[in-house]
């Protein structure tokens, strides 16, 4: 075979060219269409979320307060664990004042169940009361039972937190 002549690489460049050269295009106008100066219809403003009837209210009040107490509960061991923890420091693993430390820790996260069981409960009261509310059983609720859970959630976080920072002070097997 031979190799491509220049007079065929001519013809075949000409070739391919000549399809770019086809007839001009109409392209749709990009002046404003009709439907784009029509007027914009204003939104009207959401109604305010009812209020929680005086049984849901009951039921939040009930959980925020077992949260407190898990959170009073809370404080209390960990002083107790603290102690425990700062008398391990330095101590071998498996060592008595580790063991000590460690028994400490987990009455330290028993001493919170208070506190993750409301939130717990307040993560169901929320869904409940959702599905209630999107079948038309039920109006409202929904925005004081959220301001209790992430009351609830940020109480929890902090718990767990304490936690983690107490357990980095010791070794770990």
Known sequence: MQGMTPRRLLAAFALVLSGCAGAPQTYPSLAKRPIESAPVAE????SPPAAADPALRQEIDR???QADKGAAAFDAAYAKADKAVAAAK??????????AAQVA???LEAAR???VSALASLD???????????????AGGLAEIDAARTATLAL???QNDRIDAMKARLPQP
Request: charged share 15%; hydrophobic share 45%.
């Open 113 to 115: 169940n208070d506190s």
């Open 156 to 158: 929890v976080d902090q």
């Open 43 to 46: 939104a009207a403003a959401p």
């Open 63 to 65: 959980n925020v307060a």
């Open 90 to 99: 330095g101590a071998a693993v498996s060592s008595d004042a580790w063991v």
């Open 124 to 138: 169901t009261l929320y869904v409940s009361r959702s599905d209630s509310v999107a079948d038309g059983k039920a």
């Open 105 to 107: 820790i987990s009455a």
